[in-house]
């Protein structure tokens, strides 16, 4: 049973920042790649980050390039989304997904406001 549980989400305003985790249970984590995805209401699901098995390659999406970071610990099997700086424009509900095959958590809201 694969399971992803996603924390650290709530209230921010403008500027600030907010880190996420999400510990991982059920498959060997260290074999897989994994990421995070956010989706605001009325909008497609869109990848945010992304991060190799061994921590060593990742990937982001331009919109939060330089002030987003995605790391992990295959120690705890934990994965991270490290976000400043954030934007009214972030709020969203933010996924953990393992790949291949895509696997999610339930999610953890992000909500940026003044």
């Known amino acids: 049973q694969v399971q992803l549980v996603e924390s650290g989400g709530g209230l921010v305003q403008p500027g600030g920042s907010l880190r996420l985790s999400c510990l991982a249970s059920?498959?060997?984590?260290?074999?897989?790649?994994m990421s995070w995805y956010r989706q605001a209401p009325g909008k497609v699901r869109e990848l945010v980050a992304s991060i190799s098995t061994t921590g060593g390659s990742t990937n982001y999406a331009d919109s939060v390039k330089g002030r987003f970071t995605i790391s992990r610990s295959n120690a705890n099997n934990t994965v991270y989304l490290q976000m400043n700086t954030l934007k009214l424009g972030d709020t969203a509900v933010y996924y953990c997904?393992?790949?291949?095959?895509?696997?999610w958590g339930q999610g953890t809201q992000v909500t940026v406001s003044s």
């Open positions: 059920g498959f060997t984590f260290s074999r897989y790649t």
């Open positions: 997904a393992r790949n291949t095959p895509r696997q």
